[in-house]
């Protein structure tokens, strides 16, 4: 089957530098992305990550490796706001559709 | 970002009674809708992969006859939870892409909470 694994809570301090981690076993595997969800709300794409490496996208970098079926989303310079869930996800090849199988969770607190 | 809209947020309903919840890409033309149940502090677990003019694929577990999903347009799908029980109080969640998770990025909509008394 499938699984993802992913801390489920995390804290850190105001203006510091977080990583969450994410490991994966799954078949057809294509690609890894990370949503946040804020309490009540919807999933917000981050970032998408199809080759191995580290994408940035301003506060937010997101990395993957492959070969290790691992990745993390790293946090910089933290803010209040970014007290959130995070999920990562796998992107799945399927026979007729592709998917996203989504990890549980990491629950980030941030302290100020 | 492309919008997608879902109606309605809430809704609240008697045990045994059928609740539709609608998903909508306003902006572009939806080839393809997921739609997500969440439990309370979950994760998203997907239920179908629906696609515009043919049947939706159900993910092991979900029961087709229960929730039915319809994609009768490239800008609808909707979800029918039949004889809703207490056991099917969850968040819903659809979202919506233009082209194949390959090329583009789902957007989410707003989400629908759903109670059953």
């Known amino acids: 089957g499938q699984s993802l694994e992913q801390p489920s809570e995390v804290t850190a301090v105001e203006g510091a530098i977080v990583q969450i981690n994410c490991t994966y076993q799954t078949s057809g595997f294509y690609g890894l992305s990370w949503y946040q969800q804020h309490d009540g709300g919807a999933p917000t794409f981050l970032s998408y990550n199809g080759l191995d490496g580290l994408e940035e996208t301003g506060r937010f970098s997101s990395f993957l490796s492959r070969s290790d079926s691992y990745g993390y989303l790293l946090l910089q310079e933290l803010q209040m706001k970014d007290s959130a869930s995070y999920f990562c996800?796998?992107?799945?090849?399927?026979?007729?559709?592709?998917?996203?199988?989504f990890g549980k969770g990491t629950r980030l607190h941030i302290l100020p | 970002g492309a919008v997608v809209s879902q109606h309605p947020s809430r809704v609240i309903c008697k045990s045994g009674t059928s609740v539709k919840i609608e998903c909508r890409s306003l902006?572009?033309?939806?080839?393809?809708m997921f739609w997500y149940r969440q439990f309370p502090k979950q994760s998203l677990m997907l239920m179908a992969t629906s696609n515009e003019g043919s049947k939706a694929t159900y993910e092991q577990g979900v029961e087709k006859d229960k929730f039915l999903i319809n994609h009768a347009s490239l800008t609808l799908s909707t979800l029918t939870v039949t004889s809703a029980h207490p056991e099917d109080s969850s968040f819903y969640i659809c979202?919506?892409?233009?082209?194949?998770?390959?090329?583009?990025?789902?957007?989410f909509g707003p989400g629908t909470r759903l109670l059953v008394l």
């Open positions: 996800a796998v992107y799945l090849a399927g026979n007729r559709d592709d998917k996203i199988i």
């Open positions: 902006d572009f033309q939806a080839t393809t």
């Open positions: 979202s919506a892409l233009s082209g194949t998770l390959r090329q583009e990025t789902q957007y």
